[in-house]
């Protein structure tokens, strides 16, 4: 893959990618929580099983994007950058999105649960994974002018 079109391609791919995180953990949790024709606990439900989608969603985007890193040119920054969101979707997997899916099932049960930084820590997970693949893209796209 030459440099440029490598360049766009990661530049677009990555701008993707955040679109989706957008979408999804901004847009249409929002949107699920404002419908007041969902409970509380259905909103969560359903909550849950759409991340869990993103989930897999993002771990397959995070393959395509280390392909497309080698098929370009392996960078110390671009790995930076992939390592970071990986990590991040690490602690989604292996921390968050479980400790929240309990909070869920609780709720979904009946209980009424003390007050949780975990929405915000799931917030800032989401919103850095934006600014990360922002950045990327941001980063492909000033190499292309600087040739």
């Known amino acids: 893959m030459t ?23 901004f847009i249409a949790t929002v949107a699920k929580f404002a419908a007041v024709s969902l409970t509380r606990p259905v909103a969560l439900d359903v909550g849950a099983h759409t991340f869990a989608m ?12 280390a392909l497309l890193i080698f098929a370009a040119r392996v960078t110390r920054v671009r790995l930076l950058l992939l390592g970071l ?9 292996i921390w968050l999105f479980p400790a929240l899916n309990t909070r869920t099932a609780l709720v979904i049960a009946g209980e009424t649960l003390p007050p949780s930084p975990l929405h915000a820590i799931s917030v800032a997970a989401e ?3 934006v600014i990360l693949l ?3 893209a941001a980063i492909e796209l000033k190499a292309i002018k600087i040739r």
């Open 85 to 93: 969101v990986v990590a991040i979707l690490l602690g989604e997997a």
């Open 127 to 129: 919103s850095s994974k």
């Open 3 to 25: 440099l440029q079109i490598g360049n766009r391609v990661l530049a677009l791919f990555c701008a993707l990618w955040a679109g989706i995180v957008i979408g999804v953990s």
């Open 134 to 136: 922002a950045l990327f």
């Open 54 to 65: 993103l989930a897999r969603i993002e771990w397959g985007l995070a393959i395509v994007l």
